[in-house]
């Protein structure tokens, strides 16, 4: 499993162009040769990269300054400088550029899993001194200093395509459930917010499909106010094809579970809150939860009959199958909607459209109270686990 950076500080700054050359032509029998030096070569670009087999931003923790180089100055006899090298930076899919001290949005390289963006330009080269002869200056004694490099200061933002996302009270099951499901072994214990960063895992469908599983912390009612984890995490199942939320029924509010889910969702983004979804209805193997999904699946046929509501035991391994299809219809569901894999398919088959997102940093200007074990610093991000699970090796 791979710490997982999802956050960073860049800044970025292209190369400056190469000073102009004042020089002139001295060679024997020539006299009076006339001006010769020339131009500066031009500064390196910064550009960024998106590489489809990264997954992480960690390339960014350890170095957060990146400068194309200045290009060459020019020389005596016309010659030019060379020219800067550029500084190219790797991306992993599903990066969102913004200016660190606005937060204004600067790119969204969207689902792009490759291709290649020159960000900022180098500075032009300057002028020898060859390019200001004239009838008047036959001797002229000026070049031009190259143009300065730009800098910017960058947040480069990842959000983890994530195909399902799981969202659920705090103890719902959630990790138990993507432990089943995937080679992901994230920690699972019987007391709320076990789980503080989100856990990827990979469901393996068949030899060509891959669905990525993203479990996040808890949400509670309050949540979009700060309360709990906060709802920082929504962001990494923002672009997922559907959701997954999964009610506890040992909860004794088990009833009101999905619509105080669904306005903590809505309060974030409304096209969270739009999304394909499901509901799973876990632990049904302890005593009186079949009569609670019994009264739980009539409630749905009342208020929400376009949801099917799947009741599940993770612990019993009941029903676990008819989920999986069900995550693998939406991800094909998505998939189909999107048009025909290939243009610029994402994981998943999504196509290149990313929707409008949400802008992060609100949803961040209050710090969650995390309690004890605050995650802090590096421990922030998320934990991947991109192995395949093999089929048939847990029963
Ligand atoms: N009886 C029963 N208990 C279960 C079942 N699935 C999970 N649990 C238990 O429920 C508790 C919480 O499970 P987690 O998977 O950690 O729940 P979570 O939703 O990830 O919780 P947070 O990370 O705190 O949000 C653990 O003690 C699990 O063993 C089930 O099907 N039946
Ligand atoms: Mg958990």
Known sequence: MVKFADEALITVTSGKGGNGCIAFRREKYIPNGGPSGGDGGRGGDVIFEVKRNMRTLANLRYRQTFKGKTGGDGEGSKRFG????????????????????????????????????????????????????????????????GQ?????????????IADIGFV???????????????????????????????????????????????????????ASEGLGLGIRFLKHISRSAGLAFMIDLS?????????KLQAELANFSEELAAKERVVIANKLDLPGADERLAELRARFAESHPEI???????????????????????????????????????IGGIRNQAPEVPDFMKAELEEPDYGEDTPSGDDFGATVSLNRKKRGKRK
């Open 82 to 145: 060379k020219d800067g090298e550029d500084c190219v930076i790797s991306l992993p899919p599903g990066c969102l550029l913004r200016d660190a001290d606005t937060g204004e949005l600067v790119h969204d390289f969207g689902l792009e899993d490759e291709g290649r963006l020159v960000f900022l330009k180098g500075g032009n080269g300057g002028w020898g001194n060859v390019h200001f002869k004239g009838p008047t200056n036959q001797a002229p004694r000026t070049a031009l200093p």
């Open 148 to 160: 300065e490099g730009e800098t910017r200061r960058l947040r480069v933002e990842l959000n983890i």
């Open 168 to 222: 659920g009270f705090p103890n719902a099951g959630k990790s138990s459930l993507l432990d089943h499901f995937t080679n992901a072994r994230p920690k699972i214990a019987p007391y709320p917010f076990t789980t503080k960063i989100p856990n990827l895992g990979v469901l393996r469908v068949d030899d060509e499909q891959d669905i990525i599983l993203a479990d996040i912390p808890g949400i509670i009612e309050g």
């Open 251 to 259: 909860d004794d509010g088990y009833l009101e579970s999905y619509d």
């Open 308 to 346: 099917t509501v799947y009741g599940i035991s993770v612990h019993s391994r009941w029903h676990l199958d008819e989920v999986r299809d069900a995550f693998i219809r939406m991800v094909n569901e998505m998939a189909a909607q999107a048009g025909p894999v290939g243009e610029g398919s994402g």
